[in-house]
């Protein structure tokens, strides 16, 4: 898109001292709203968020030679807006800069002939999303969200990608979109601007309670994705999870595909044979046949997000070999299941992106179905965000900590001490589990204690930044050459 074309959409037009014919023809190489980040020629959006003014940076995303800035229109009378220099800045002046850049997003999708895939759900969307796109890239050409930019300004700047450095939408045949939330309203406002042909729901779980009531709360913000889908699209919805399956009986306008493992749906696992914390192995089966399928990292959660995938693969007639070879070749997002390999010869599973009770529970059992091992550590931070039934819910979590035969606990933060309680109420030692402040201090007790054999679990809620303690261990130890470190991935605010 050219400039010019970009201010109309917007409803503006380009302010330049000069120069604002020639500037109109140009088309921006990219989209940004982080003035330490933009790419000359880009086009910047001054956000204005919570904690942040995106109008305090127009300045520095000018001097980084920014094509133009998209900017309120009361900045220019304001003290910031009095220190451009008219004579190098080029602006267009807009009512709400945010939801300029959404209308852009959603102008550019009105008028594309590919598919919007949306994915939500309490865990799993990363994995899962990045699963479907590697399905998809088999049989067309793709774009997804980087990282986790799943909120009102990632998903409207994942679509813009399609836009970016001289590509045209018409260049792919798939946008693989993530959509998060912590608030009812806001996956619906997410589907307004990229409206899902296909909409995945993965999981309701605990999560984010400190603004929901119950997790029927939950899951009446996450069923915003079933009615956001287009009249006559498809959702993929979770056969397993009662509150998920129960959303097929929303619309009645749009299809319904099933993934599962206990319950009878149109896309199953079977043969489920667990490889440790190398992966598992199992038969896929679809409406078009069956195939056997390897899943190189490790969970029974990961199961469940590859058959989503897998679902949605389907639906656009990839052929099970493909489906299958995608699989093969994924890997865990950094931080979400990364299995890492320590000289010490023991190996960490970096979880640390984030936390919640299920997941955690989903993951603890995966530590400790692993044979691959003489102790299982678990360093378990703080789940935050879990509302006035918090204590009891990290409690519980500890007794179930206990309970599966965890050989160390390390809590970390805040309510994890109740973490540790409940594992010593369930009969773990006290020795054996210990509550600590920081990550750091964490960190010093796994230095001195790790040995070769251990197995270590590192998992919390994004704000306790227990990643802290993988960065340590890897300062302390390092790793062996061609250790494999799992695919990259942006670290961004917990959304679910």
Sequence with gaps: MKLGEIAKILGSNIRAARGATELAEREPVGYSIDSRTVREGELFFAIRGEHYDGHRFVVDAIARRALAAVVSRDFLHSELGREIDPQKAALILVDDTLAA??????????????????????????????????MLARIG???????????????????LKMESDGRRASDFDFAVLEMGMNHKGEIAHLTAIAPPDLGVVTVVAPAHLEFFSSIDEIAEAKAEMVKGIVPGGTAVLNADDHRVAGMSAL?????????????????????????????????????????????????????YNALAAAAV????????????????????????????????????????YNSNPRALFEMVSTVCASRES??????????LELGPDGPEHHREAGRQIARLGVDRLIGIGGLAAEIVAGAREAGMADDAATFTDTPDEAADILIREARK????????????????????????????????????????????
């Excluded at 931080?335 to 960490?348: L, Q």
């Excluded at 003489?374 to 789940?383: L, Y």
């Design 141 to 159: 050409r793709v774009v997804k969200t980087t990282g986790n930019l799943n909120n009102d300004f990632g998903v409207p700047l994942s679509v």
């Design 453 to 496: 054999g251990d197995l270590i679990l590192v998992k919390g809620s994004r704000g306790v930044k227990t990643e802290t303690v993988v960065e340590r261990m890897k300062q302390s130890f390092g790793m062996p050459p061609n250790s494999g470190e799992a695919m990259t991935g942006d670290a961004a605010k917990g959304r679910c």
């Design 313 to 352: 693969a389907d639906h656009y007639e990839t052929p099970l070999v493909e489906i299958a070879a995608a699989l093969a070749g994924t890997s865990a997002p950094k931080m979400r299941g990364e299995v890492v390999h320590f000289t010490g010869g023991f190996t960490i599973i970096d979880d640390s």
């Design 251 to 303: 619309r009645y306008d749009i299809q319904c595909t099933t993934f599962g493992i206990e319950r009878s749906a149109d896309v199953m696992a079977s043969e489920i044979r667990t490889e440790g914390i190398s992966g598992n192995r199992f038969s896929i089966t679809t409406p078009h046949g069956q195939i056997e399928a390897q899943l190189p990292f490790p969970g029974r959660h990961n199961i």
């Design 101 to 134: 850049l959404q209308s852009l997003a959603y102008m550019v999708l009105k008028s594309w002939q590919g598919e919007v895939i949306a994915i939500t759900g309490s865990v799993g969307k990363t994995t899962t999303k990045e699963m479907i796109a590697a």
């Design 374 to 383: 003489t102790r299982k550590i678990i360093v378990a931070g703080e789940m």
